[in-house]
């Protein structure tokens, strides 16, 4: 299994609703990450987890939460977004780099989300 | 972070080769150059990397200046599913957190012309 996996693919949520995200691989990549791209914009990222622990959070508001409960999921929780917020979420896997290897990232196809 | 600039777009024939320049004048000697393509409505896909060698995989060839300052991505027969954003991304391998960050620039984008 090469792939990383995200669910749902098309989300429609309202400013008050809580919704998540979730992100899957099975490559046995300790680290994960989530990242933000608005549209004909590169992607941002967002957060990164390295052996299960959040080691960076580029100063993303609080109303996105993120949680890695084991070494194969990531989910990104949403609650009281806001319009501006609508973009497409990316999430990707890699080696953690310790060894001499530069591997490279696997992404996943996104979850396009939209607040209303 | 060493930042890279690309041209904002080009063209390209079918079954013709493309190469796509990238300046890095900043590159440290921990940086990697790696390249990475967003086809529409996908995610970015890895395409390649290199430190000073010039590099060759199934997909492109990777074409590095002997002072590292430049590089080139090589598709050697554009198709039309070759047409994407493709971003050129310096990645510092030096001990740090900042080893796990990936920052993407703005690309080009490739239009292949059938």
């Given at each position: ?104 990232y696997t992404f996943g196809s996104g979850t ?5 | ?37 967003q086809l529409p409505s996908q995610g970015p ?15 492109a060839s990777l074409a590095i200046a002997e ?48």
């Amino acid at each position: 299994d090469t792939e990383v996996t995200q669910t749902p693919k098309h989300l429609v949520m309202g400013m008050t609703n809580k919704k998540s995200l979730k992100c899957e691989q099975h490559m046995g990549h300790r680290a994960m990450y989530w990242y933000k791209q608005k549209a004909k914009k590169p992607p941002e990222l967002m957060f990164v987890y390295s052996y299960e622990k959040l080691s960076i959070n580029e100063s993303v508001p609080s109303r996105f939460s993120p949680e890695c409960p084991n070494s194969s999921l990531l989910n990104l929780h949403l609650h009281a977004l806001q319009p501006e917020d609508s973009a497409l979420y990316l999430c990707a896997s890699s080696q953690v780099i310790r060894t001499t290897h530069n591997y490279g990232y696997t992404f996943g196809s996104g979850t396009r989300l939209t607040v209303v | 972070d060493a930042k890279t600039t690309q041209p904002n777009s080009m063209e390209s024939n079918e079954e013709e080769p493309v190469h796509l320049p990238c300046n890095h004048s900043t590159i440290s000697g921990t940086d990697y150059i790696h390249w990475y393509r967003q086809l529409p409505s996908q995610g970015p896909e890895y395409v390649i990397h290199g430190l000073t060698s010039n590099v060759n995989n199934r997909m492109a060839s990777l074409a590095i200046a002997e002072d590292r300052k430049s590089s080139t991505l090589i598709l050697h027969r554009a198709t039309l599913r070759d047409a994407a954003v493709y971003y050129c991304i310096l990645r510092d391998v030096s001990s740090g957190g900042s080893n796990y960050k990936l920052t993407f620039g703005k690309g080009t984008l490739l239009t292949v012309n059938p």
